[in-house]
């Protein structure tokens, strides 16, 4: 983590509120590995979505899509 420190999310707190934010991991990333999801969920506090799918291939994104928004309706960000 020290080598990436300058350009680690991890290194600095969110300028956006936790609820306006949304971490999603892919069950099946050998890339970025949901642990990596569930840290950057834990040190923004928001909250935290675990789809299946890989690192490119996103297969079931229809979870994603109704979580992000249902978070932009909670907001008042848009009307549906």
Sequence with gaps: ERANFLVSPLARPS??????????????????????????????????????????VQLGRYPTFRALLHMLEREGIIDR
């Design 15 to 56: 300028r956006v509120p936790a609820s306006r934010s949304l971490v999603v991991g892919a069950a099946n990333d050998q890339i970025t590995p949901t642990g990596h999801a569930r840290r950057l969920a834990r040190h923004f506090r928001c909250e935290e979505l675990t789809v299946p799918g890989s690192h490119i």
